[in-house]
Every structure is written in C-alpha cells, then in structure tokens.
C-alpha cells in the first residue's frame, strides 16, 4: 500500500511567486491535516480537511495561505506573494477516521 | 502555558538503558495521545497511540496516560543507537485540532 505521497519534495521561489504543494493520502483516507515545521522547531497545525470541506483552518494565516481537498486529486496547500519566512518544511498528514495521523515526506520551500 | 509541553533535551542514554520521555498537556477534554519520531531531515512516523489511562505496551516501546495529572510519558527499553531521534508527543484536543509539542531530542551513547 502506498503511503501519504507528497510533491515536489523540494520547491523552490522567489519572492512574491505563488507556491502550490500537493498531498495524496492514503488509499481509504478522507481526512487530510497540513502542518508547518520551521528548523529545529515543533510541528505547527495549519488546516484540518475532509473531502471538499475545510473542517479546521485556525492555525492557517488569514491572507495569502489557502488549502483545498476537492471531490477528486490531491490536496492543495496554496500559498501566494510567498515571503521569506515562508521558507519550512510543509508536511500531510492523512487518517481513515479523523484520529491517527499518517504522515508524508513533506515538501521543503525555500523562498529566495 | 504551552498546550503540549516537553522537555527539549537532549536526553542523552547509554545503549541497552531505559528512556523516558515526558509530555504534559493543558485541555483537559483531550481524548486521544500519540508519539511520534523524527529523524533529523525526515518526517514524522508514528510510534504508538494511547487513549485510556494506564499502560500500553508494543515491543520496546511502553505508552503511559495519566488523564487526572494530564501527563504522557514513553518508554523506550533496551535503547539503541537507532533509537536517536526527536520524539514529539501529540494531542487531539475536543473536536479534532492536534497539537505537537517542540519535542525532546534523544541521544543513545554506544
């Protein structure tokens, strides 16, 4: 079976271009979460999404982030007029239920 | 307060010693408890889950929950090298939020 499948691995910007991160979960997973991890710091939740449904956006910044999981194909994390403190880690993770939580292997963004 | 706090370390560990790990938390509605580790550059990969009080046990690794004292710990037995890592403690706080702690490095010394 294959496991939570993200791309690109490593994506690279200048600033003010628009970033797209794409996540495929699990086979027989509905729900998607998206987290942000700074170096050498913890995991930041950003959204929480069902099949077209954003069921938890509060740790997602009001302006320039969005995150989307449409009826069919991945989920998207969009972030527009990246900045450098953009620059993390972004990971997916994916669950059957809503409870534990599969992770992918991220994509790293370095905004130049 | 943090919402899910743990100590940073290192914890440095001879190899064949036991290792624990804390975590606390502060929503006292949360229902479900997870470890994970990270290796440096890698993400995340589930160790184990725990949701009732007491132990919960899985090869080397032993889950501990104490929902009154809203305390995590885990254990790892008989530590090896390859046990060297970043392990993060995480919270399903009421509804369906998850919360990671910073996390606490672990060194084991050969």
């Known amino acids: 079976n294959a496991g939570v499948m993200q791309n690109p691995r490593h994506l690279v910007r200048r600033r003010g271009q628009e970033a797209r991160l794409r996540c495929s979960p699990m086979?027989?997973?509905?729900?998607v979460y998206w987290y942000r991890q700074l170096p050498e710091e913890g995991l930041k939740f950003m959204v929480y999404?069902?099949?077209?449904?954003?069921?938890?956006e509060s740790g997602m910044p009001k302006e320039r982030f969005s995150a989307e999981f449409p009826k069919e194909g991945p989920s998207i994390l969009r972030i527009q007029q990246v900045v450098r403190g953009d620059s993390a880690a972004y990971f997916c993770?994916?669950?059957?239920?809503?409870?534990?939580?599969?992770f992918g292997p991220g994509t790293r963004l370095t905004v130049l | 307060q943090k919402e899910v706090e743990q100590n940073s370390g290192p914890l440095s560990v001879p190899e064949g010693a036991i290792a624990s790990l804390n975590c606390t938390y502060s929503?006292?509605?949360?229902?479900?408890f997870f470890w994970y580790r990270q290796y440096s550059g890698k993400s995340p990969e589930l160790i184990m889950s725990?949701?009732?009080?007491g132990d919960k046990e899985d090869g080397r690794f032993t889950a501990q929950l104490n929902k009154a004292s809203q305390y995590v710990s885990l254990l790892i037995r008989d530590s090896q090298p390859s046990d060297s890592a970043t392990y993060l403690c995480a919270v399903i706080q009421g509804g369906f939020k998850t919360i990671f702690g910073a996390g606490t490095r672990l060194f084991v010394k050969a």
């Open positions: 086979k027989g997973h509905s729900h």
């Open positions: 999404l069902q099949k077209e449904n954003i069921i938890d």
């Open positions: 929503d006292r509605v949360s229902q479900s």
């Open positions: 993770a994916s669950s059957r239920t809503g409870d534990t939580q599969y």
């Open positions: 725990i949701y009732s009080n």
